[in-house]
């Protein structure tokens, strides 16, 4: 399954020590330990996988005053806003997040939320527009409850939502299967962790050739083959050179790439290579820009601009031709 992963979110429910805390009130209530047990190793799977490839992270806590003022003057009588004040939940630091969990300084933390849904009262939906999300991932507790209510009105609202099974918990079996089975169909999709985890990224083409770029400017060899396609043409400036087959020549596959990549370690030392502008479609990519090597046999330095032209299948690089100022080239190698 590939998503693009600019218009898709995380969103955690309830990620806070009166779920997850050593003290936890509602924990007692599960029914299921190894359901809620499970829920929680597989959360932090899903949420650093999340981060790993880039996806938003929204997370919807639910926090209320010491006085629950904000279900009214009187104590409610009916539905959670009774029950909650009738056993004196979510109060001091069962509220905070818990520390598997805690937000990073550039994930969003939902407020304003009052009710079960995370669109209630909040400016859940505002994120998720202004941020041009469409597809959600949700996780959180309880399944049949705040993770359902969210699930639902999301739909309604019109996003693509999908429920990460085994990475939320009811508080029994029964109620879990029931959502599962006759609630989860009218309202979007299921997937488990295991699937989540194998969401990729679906790159743009300039985006895979400059993620390529940036793992070789590191020198990271290896991450820039995770980059190309096993069966890889890669044209360094000519087809074939009989005078200069140590500058120019036609490599395929992964091995034979790896090898010239060690090989121009051998003849140059680079002090500078930039990607000054590139065009792109779907799978094509044209990028200019600019490079500055020593030449090691004789210390000159060759500095010149340089355009390549890369083709795209299946979010790797399957073809790569590189173009760069060869009269100078062969000048400077041979002063």
């Given at each position: ?20 805390g ?12 190894k359901?809620?047990?499970?829920s929680?190793?597989n959360?932090?799977?899903v ?6 490839i ?26 959670l ?5 009738k056993?004196?939940t979510?109060?001091?630091k069962?509220k ?7 937000p990073?300084e550039d994930?969003f ?10 669109f ?5 939906n ?5 941020n041009?999300i469409e597809n959600?991932?949700l996780?959180g ?13 999301a739909?309604?609202?019109g996003?693509?939502?999908y ?6 918990s009811a508080?029994?079996k ?8 006759n609630?989860?169909?009218?309202f ?6 295991k699937?989540?985890?194998?969401l990729?990224?679906?790159k743009?083409a ?10 070789l400017?590191?020198g ?6 995770t ?8 044209i360094a ?5 009989e005078?200069?087959p ?11 790439l790896t ?6 370690s ?8 930039r ?5 792109s ?12 090597y020593?030449i090691?046999?004789?210390?000159n330095i060759?500095?010149?601009f ?8 299946d979010?790797?690089i ?5 173009f760069?100022d ?7 190698y041979?002063?």
């Amino acid at each position: 399954m590939k998503i693009d992963i600019k218009k898709s979110a995380l969103v955690l429910i309830e990620y806070q020590n009166e779920w997850l805390g050593e003290d936890s009130k509602l924990e007692h209530l599960m029914k299921d330990k190894k359901q809620f047990e499970e829920s929680k190793i597989n959360s932090k799977k899903v949420l650093e996988h999340g981060r790993k490839i880039g996806m938003s992270i929204i997370h919807i806590p639910f926090i209320v005053s010491s006085d629950y003022k904000e279900f009214g003057k009187e104590k409610a009588k009916l539905g959670l806003r009774a029950v909650i004040q009738k056993v004196n939940t979510w109060q001091g630091k069962s509220k905070d997040f818990h520390r598997d969990f805690l937000p990073k300084e550039d994930e969003f933390i939902v407020s304003g939320r009052l009710g079960v849904s995370g669109f209630a009262g909040s400016n859940l939906n505002e994120i998720l527009r202004n941020n041009g999300i469409e597809n959600i991932f949700l996780i959180g507790y309880a399944t049949n409850v705040c993770v359902e209510s969210t699930f639902r009105e999301a739909h309604d609202k019109g996003y693509n939502t999908y429920v990460i099974s085994d990475a939320t918990s009811a508080f029994s079996k029964e109620q879990k299967e029931f959502f599962e089975v006759n609630i989860v169909h009218h309202f979007g999709a299921l997937l488990d962790t295991k699937e989540f985890l194998y969401l990729q990224h679906k790159k743009l083409a300039h985006e895979i050739v400059l993620d390529y770029y940036k793992a070789l400017s590191t020198g990271d060899i290896k991450e820039a083959l995770t980059l190309v396609d096993d069966n890889i043409e890669y044209i360094a400036v000519k087809d074939t050179s009989e005078t200069y087959p140590e500058l120019y020549g036609t490599y395929h596959g992964k091995s034979e790439l790896t090898n010239f990549f060690k090989h121009l370690s051998d003849f140059y030392i680079t002090e500078d290579f930039r990607v000054d502008s590139f065009a792109s479609n779907k799978d094509e990519a044209f990028i200019k820009g600019y490079l500055k090597y020593k030449i090691k046999r004789n210390d000159n330095i060759y500095d010149t601009f340089w355009m390549a032209y890369v083709t795209i299948k299946d979010g790797k690089i399957l073809t790569y031709r590189f173009f760069k100022d060869t009269a100078l080239l062969e000048e400077k190698y041979n002063y």
